[in-house]
C-alpha cells in the first residue's frame, strides 16, 4: 500500500499556489503543483486530504469548486493517486454538512427510506496483513450500501465528476471517499495513527461545545463517557459553519467580514473599534428605561463600554494558530487534544465492538493540519506535544499551501509538508 497525506489546499482563496486562477478565466495549476506532484509521487492507492480542501470561509461555492477542479484533474492525469480521502476542516466544514444531507436525508428519501442524523463518520485505512479488510473502509456504512459504481455511500457523490471532462466515461474520473473527522491508518506494524484536520484543538471552534457544557451542565445528556466524537460535532456545529460557508456565501457581506478576519489575525484592529462604536450605540438606543430610574441607564452605559473594551483586549492578546509550529505545545491546546483524545477513545470502542470489529489499537501518533506550518520527525519544534497527563504524543502536522503574507506573486509556500506512506518501508516526509 501506498499512501500520501498533505492538508490545507484552500481552494478558492487567491493565496492559494495550487492553483491560479482570475476572473473570467479557466483555472490552471498554480505554481507549486510541480512540488506537490514530486513531493507525492505516483502510483498511490490513496491521497488523503485533511480538510481546508476548499475555503468555503473566502470563495463562494463557484469559484471554490472551479479552482479544485483543475488541481483534480491534473491528479487524475498524472497518476498521482487513484482514490482520494478527504476529512473536511474548518474552512470547507459546510462540504461536510452537504455530504451528510446528501447521503443521510437526500438519498435514502430518494430510496423511500427514514432519513437519520450521521454527525461523524470515521474512516479506517488498515495494512495489516492479518486484517480482515486492508486497505480503507467506512467501517459506519454497512456492506451493501453502495452506489451504482460499488463505492460506499459516502464515496461516489458529485466530487467524483471533479476529475471528469465531459464525454468520460463513468468512474473513469478519481474516486472520493469522504470522512469525517478522524481517519484511522492502522501501519503493518500495527501502529495506529490518528489523522484529523485539528480544528477542534483551537479555541474558536471548540468554543460552542466548552460553552455549552459550562452553562447547561447536566442537562445536557451525553453519551456513557462522552462527549464522544459524533456529540462533539454536534455541539460545536453552529460556530463550524458560521466560520465557513457562513462568511463566503454571504454576498456583499462577505469582503467585510474577510477584512474583520484578517485584522484579528494581523492583530492590527481598525474596523473593528469603529464597528464595537456602532454596535454598542445600536444596542444602548433598544435598551430604553423610565426616566424616573436614569441609574438603569447609566448601569447599561458602563456595562456595554466594559464589555467593548474587553473585547477588544481580547483580541489584541489572541494568538492565532496559522504559521505557529509550536501551536499544539501550548497548553490550552494540549488539553484540547487530551480531551479529543477521550472522544476518540470512545469512538474507537464503538469501531471495535459489533458490529464493526476493527479491532483497531490505541492512537500513537497524531497527523493533522490547520496551522499552516509543518511540523516533521526530526525538525524543530519538535514533534511532540505534552499532554497535561505528562504523556508524550509524537504529532506531525501537514503545513499548507498557501503563500505567505508579502509574498512575490508567482513565489512558492513556506510551510507544507507531504507525508508518504509504504508498506514495508514505513513513513517520510517532504517539506516544500
Not at 217 to 222: I, Q, S, Y
Not at 260 to 282: F, S
Amino acid at each position: 500500500m501506498k499512501l500520501v497525506v498533505t492538508s490545507d489546499l484552500h481552494f478558492g482563496d487567491p493565496a492559494c499556489a495550487l492553483v491560479r486562477s482570475a476572473p473570467g478565466a479557466e483555472a490552471q495549476v498554480g505554481p507549486a503543483y510541480g512540488r506537490f506532484l514530486e513531493a507525492a509521487g505516483t502510483g498511490n492507492d490513496y491521497l488523503v486530504l485533511l480538510g481546508d480542501v476548499f475555503d468555503f470561509s473566502i470563495a463562494d461555492y463557484a469559484d471554490a469548486y472551479a479552482a479544485a477542479r483543475a488541481f483534480f484533474l491534473r491528479v487524475r492525469d498524472d497518476g498521482i493517486a487513484r482514490e482520494v480521502i478527504y476529512v473536511p476542516g474548518n474552512h470547507d466544514f459546510g462540504f461536510w454538512h452537504v455530504t451528510m444531507h446528501e447521503a443521510n436525508v437526500i438519498n435514502r428519501v430518494r430510496r423511500f427510506r427514514r432519513p437519520r442524523s450521521r454527525w461523524a463518520v470515521p474512516g479506517v485505512v488498515d495494512d495489516r496483513r492479518n486484517a480482515e479488510r486492508r486497505g480503507f473502509r467506512l467501517p459506519y456504512v454497512t456492506p451493501h450500501a453502495r452506489d451504482e459504481a460499488g463505492a460506499p455511500r459516502y464515496g461516489g457523490l458529485f466530487l467524483d465528476h471533479l476529475s471528469m471532462r465531459p464525454g468520460d466515461a463513468a468512474g473513469s474520473g478519481l474516486r472520493f471517499n469522504v470522512a469525517y473527522p478522524n481517519v484511522y491508518l492502522v501501519t503493518d506494524r500495527g501502529e495506529c495513527i490518528l489523522l484529523t484536520h485539528g480544528h477542534y484543538f483551537e479555541g474558536y471552534f471548540a468554543a460552542a461545545g466548552e460553552v455549552s457544557r459550562a452553562i447547561a451542565g447536566a442537562d445536557l445528556a451525553f453519551a456513557a463517557g462522552g462527549p464522544d466524537i459524533d456529540e462533539l460535532v454536534g455541539l460545536n456545529f453552529p460556530l463550524n459553519e458560521l466560520a465557513s460557508s457562513g462568511i463566503g456565501q454571504a454576498g456583499p457581506l462577505t469582503p467585510v467580514l474577510r477584512a474583520v478576519q484578517k485584522e484579528i489575525n494581523a492583530g492590527a484592529l481598525d474596523r473593528v473599534p469603529r464597528y464595537l462604536d456602532r454596535a454598542v450605540e445600536a444596542l444602548d438606543g433598544l435598551l430604553v428605561f423610565p426616566w424616573t430610574k436614569p441609574y438603569l441607564e447609566w448601569i447599561t452605559d458602563a456595562g456595554l463600554q466594559k464589555v467593548r473594551a474587553l473585547v477588544l483586549e481580547r483580541l489584541g492578546v489572541r494568538t492565532p494558530p496559522r504559521f505557529d509550529g509550536g501551536f499544539a505545545a501550548r497548553p490550552e491546546v494540549s488539553a484540547r487534544i487530551e480531551g479529543y483524545l477521550g472522544a476518540v477513545a470512545l469512538e474507537l470502542a464503538k469501531l471495535n465492538g459489533e458490529p464493526h470489529g476493527c479491532g483497531l489499537p490505541a492512537v500513537e501518533r497524531l497527523i493533522f493540519g490547520h496551522t499552516h506550518e509543518a511540523v516533521v520527525p526530526g525538525g524543530d519544534p519538535p514533534p511532540a506535544v505534552k499532554l497535561p497527563s505528562g504523556v508524550s504524543l509524537p504529532a506531525w502536522n501537514t503545513g499548507g499551501w498557501l503563500l505567505r503574507p508579502g509574498a512575490e506573486p508567482g513565489s512558492i509556500p513556506v510551510g507544507a509538508a507531504v507525508f508518504r506512506y509504504e508498506t514495508g518501508a514505513g513513513f517520510s516526509s517532504v517539506v516544500v
